[in-house]
């Protein structure tokens, strides 16, 4: 398990300072897939790095199975982080080394045997679907499969835990998908807690257990997925989850509401079960649902008429099926 108490990070710049974290208290319970999502300047990449101490916080403490790592020595510290791997946006590959040998790379620093060194990382690459590319060099790698070796290389040293600090952001959304599947079956086959940085929400909705959202420096909301996702508590969080479509030269004349849906079946008919439930016309101003698995994630806005009669059949409904849903302010769509 990792946990932050209190931690804070201020960076002492020439004519000012900047406060990059705020009392941040975070859990992050072993064997989980953890999602911290915050727009750019949110202070995500710095909280990353201070989970291994690569940025040592101003105030507070963070714990490493019971074990407070800003209270050890360099030594010490250096022994514990080999705990955690670590996947960056950019890949950060050796050039001049093929993918075999960046995956040797932390196991040679760790003093390993050159034999098992290999044996472990085609191990790995096998794991990672790339067998087939271990000599290759970066260069001759797609954005994916350096990504894959990446990956590999960051659990070369057996680490209990995995951060991954925007890991998707430089890679197209079909690679992004074959990511995502390959953290959530390392997750699974090894046991690994991964935790995931990102500004993108279908990271989080597909892969994730638990989230953060980080705004400013602070958390402003967490827990599961489904509850923090389905019912955002704070205004912030709110327009993070679920940003408002734009419409121009629209006008509205009845009732709007977003639906909000957090693993129902896909393959239900909800709206058109509402209009019959209704008997009442419903118009669909906008949709960004996603099919998971068989379950439908994301949101859509509805229109319904002035007709109470309507809306309170509509949500009953809904509520006898567990979709979530909302009056929003038409005049603010």
Excluded at 64 to 80: F, H, W, Y
Excluded at 107 to 127: C, F, T, Y
Excluded at 153 to 166: F, G, I, Q, S
């Amino acid at each position: 398990m990792i946990r932050l108490e209190q931690v804070s990070k201020t960076f002492h710049l020439k004519s000012r300072e900047v406060e990059a974290l705020k009392q941040i208290n975070l859990t992050i319970e072993d064997g989980s897939i953890f999602g911290i999502i915050g727009s750019s300047g949110a202070g995500k990449s710095t909280l990353v790095r201070c989970l291994n101490l690569l940025e040592r916080p101003t105030e507070g403490k963070v714990f490493l199975d019971d074990i407070e790592l800003t209270a050890l020595s360099n030594g010490r510290l250096r022994k514990e982080r080999r705990k955690i791997g670590m996947v960056f946006q950019q890949f950060n590959l050796l050039a001049q080394r093929n993918a075999l040998k960046n995956v040797c790379y932390p196991l040679e620093i760790a003093g390993v045997p050159g034999n098992q060194a290999k044996e472990r990382a085609i191990e790995l690459l096998k794991l990672v679907g790339l067998e087939d590319r271990m000599y290759n060099f970066p260069a001759q790698l797609s954005g994916g499969q350096k990504q894959r070796v990446a990956i590999a290389r960051a659990l070369a040293t057996e680490p209990k835990y995995l951060l991954c600090d925007e890991a998707t952001s430089a890679l197209d959304p079909n690679t992004t998908n074959s990511i995502l599947e390959l953290l959530k079956e390392i997750n699974e086959r090894l046991g690994v807690t991964i935790i995931v940085i990102t500004h993108e929400m279908k990271v989080v909705e597909k892969i994730c257990t638990q989230v953060a959202v980080l705004n400013e420096g602070e958390v402003i909301e967490q827990g599961s997925v489904q509850e923090v996702f389905l019912s955002p508590k704070t205004k912030i969080a709110q327009e993070m989850i679920y940003p408002k479509p734009k419409y121009d030269n629209r006008n509205f004349h009845g009732k709007v509401f977003r639906l909000a849906f957090g693993g129902q079946s896909s393959s239900e008919p909800i709206v058109a079960n509402l209009v019959l439930k209704c008997q009442t016309p419903v118009n669909i101003l906008g949709a960004g649902t996603e099919d998971i698995g068989g379950k439908a994630y994301g949101q859509m806005l509805l229109e319904f008429p002035k007709d109470e009669a309507a809306i309170a059949e509509a949500k009953k409904y809904l509520d006898s099926i567990g979709v979530h849903y909302e009056e929003e302010d038409a005049d603010g769509i």
